[in-house]
């Protein structure tokens, strides 16, 4: 099977050096599409012909969109949390109900999605991990003492860079709370947040890495003990962050909609006494969540996703 996924045209990376999650999930599915004997490859939208692909997988609306004018048969998978932030009456909702409507199938990150646009092409295709990258560093880790907690992500949102959609103040609140230590992860984007919440610098215990490579960022797993991910919108469900974390090994408190299954989390919403109960729990039954995290990282690998995929692509050829 021939296959090319459309480049983001983000100015980006595949694979990305660092941030880029559009960019890590095309090359992801590259190799692994690979490694079970197809053609794949990424190419901007505007040099691709009609004929050329034997399926061609579109992650951005407007591309889509352009591929369907020129007659281009496509598979297209949503990324952008914007489809709810803005609403049903916004562009960037009918954009992208547009390149459903244009598409052969849509996949969606995230149940609530499939829901949202009530589309008969859409269906649930959750994301994957790379287990060759993230990898618990023991068999069985101990109960930490003074558990080190973790946050990695791009906080943000429609365009307000200060705004706190990953949850932060409740990751730093919690820490400071039980007098833990925690470290916040993830691009210069994220000085934004601090730059409207100067509070948190007074914290001694808070550290901030910015921009690791995937190297550097198993290391930063393997160095804590417990992921937070009190985030209030994702298109992900579950995103590309818990699952790396899970695949190392730990276990997580944060939120994902209760429709999708995800074993080794806690889940609490954004209220910092219902996340420290969830940090009881999970000091309390420590062998079962770290299992159970290592456990979802396996069953959510990239190669088992890109399996699934390769089986929706003969559905639609």
């Not at 890495?209 to 003990?225: A, F, G, T, V």
Request: aromatic letters at 12%.
């Amino acid at each position: 099977m021939k296959i090319c996924h459309v480049d983001p045209a983000c100015g980006l990376d595949i694979p990305p050096k660092n941030w880029g999650a559009i960019e890590k999930i095309i090359w992801e599915f590259e190799v692994n599409q690979r490694k079970l004997g197809h053609e794949s490859t990424h190419r901007l939208g505007g040099y691709i012909n009609l004929g050329e692909f034997d399926i061609v997988h579109c992650h951005v609306a407007n591309l889509a969109i352009d591929l369907k004018h020129r007659g281009i048969p496509y598979i297209y998978q949503l990324h952008d949390h914007h489809v709810m932030y803005y609403g049903e009456d916004s562009h960037v909702y009918k954009e992208n109900l547009e390149a459903i409507e244009g598409s052969l199938i849509s996949l969606m990150p995230a149940k609530w999605l499939v829901d949202y646009f009530k589309h008969p092409k859409c269906v649930y295709f959750p994301h994957g991990v790379n287990t060759n990258d993230f990898y618990p560093k023991t068999i069985s880790k101990p109960r930490p003492i003074e558990p080190k907690l973790l946050m990695l992500a791009n906080n943000g949102m429609g365009g307000k860079n200060g705004h706190d959609r990953k949850g932060f103040a409740y990751g730093v609140g919690l820490a400071m709370k039980r007098n833990l230590p925690i470290t916040i992860v993830g691009p210069k984007n994220n000085e934004n947040w601090i730059n409207e919440n100067l509070w948190v610098l007074n914290y001694p215990k808070l550290k901030f890495i910015w921009e690791p490579s995937n190297l550097e960022l198993r290391q930063i797993y393997w160095n804590h003990d417990i992921f937070l991910h009190p985030s209030e919108l994702e298109a992900g469900h579950p995103n590309l962050t818990l699952l790396e974390a899970a695949a190392c090994g730990l276990p997580i408190i944060g939120w994902i909609e209760m429709e999708t299954d995800f074993f080794g989390m806690w889940r609490a919403p954004r209220n910092i006494f219902r996340m420290e109960e969830g940090l009881n729990d999970i000091l309390n039954q420590w062998d079962h969540y770290t299992k159970s995290a290592i456990q979802t990282g396996k069953d959510f690998s990239w190669e088992n996703r890109t399996k699934d995929l390769i089986n929706i692509y003969n559905q639609v050829l």
